[in-house]
């Protein structure tokens, strides 16, 4: 995996590094060690899926406060989103500022967006699909039913 630093410390774009072959290719989307070696302490509790019918539709600002703050790594797995974060942490020499990036299932990048920040996103095409993987720091088991 390629990661690539931000405007907004902690929050990265990461490109999965693919293995071509005949047939295709194989790529990592998420590996401990790569993101340790990152300085990201990253542990998935959950992974959610939102479809989204139609262009134009938006979804955010997304936030969650103490204690129930969340990581995210987020990929387009169809179609493609205009994903915005916010860097809410009051102590940040960037708070308050945002980044915008296109995901999309061409281009297969992923955002890791930390704790304390808000999250949105607006799809650029019908029927996109969005996938987010959380992590929570009181490593909270969540009860799905």
């Not at 974060?85 to 297969?108: G, K, W, Y």
């Not at 607006?122 to 029927?127: F, K, S």
């Amino acid at each position: 995996m390629i990661f690539t630093e931000t405007t907004l410390k902690g929050a990265f774009l990461i490109d999965p590094e693919r293995v071509e072959d005949n047939r295709g290719f194989l790529a990592r989307t998420w590996c401990q060690r790569e993101f340790e070696t990152h300085g990201i302490n990253f542990r998935p509790v959950q992974c959610n899926i939102s479809y989204n019918k139609k262009r134009g539709t938006l979804r955010g600002m997304h936030y969650q406060s103490a204690p129930h703050e969340e990581a995210k790594l987020v990929r387009c797995t169809a179609g493609a989103i205009c994903d915005v974060i916010i860097d809410l942490r009051p102590a940040s020499p960037t708070f308050a500022q945002h980044i915008t990036v296109v995901l999309s299932a061409e281009n297969r990048r992923m955002l890791f967006i930390p704790t304390a920040f808000a999250h949105g996103f607006q799809t650029l095409e019908d029927h996109t699909e969005v996938a987010s993987i959380l992590h929570n720091l009181r490593n909270i088991s969540y009860h799905c039913t």
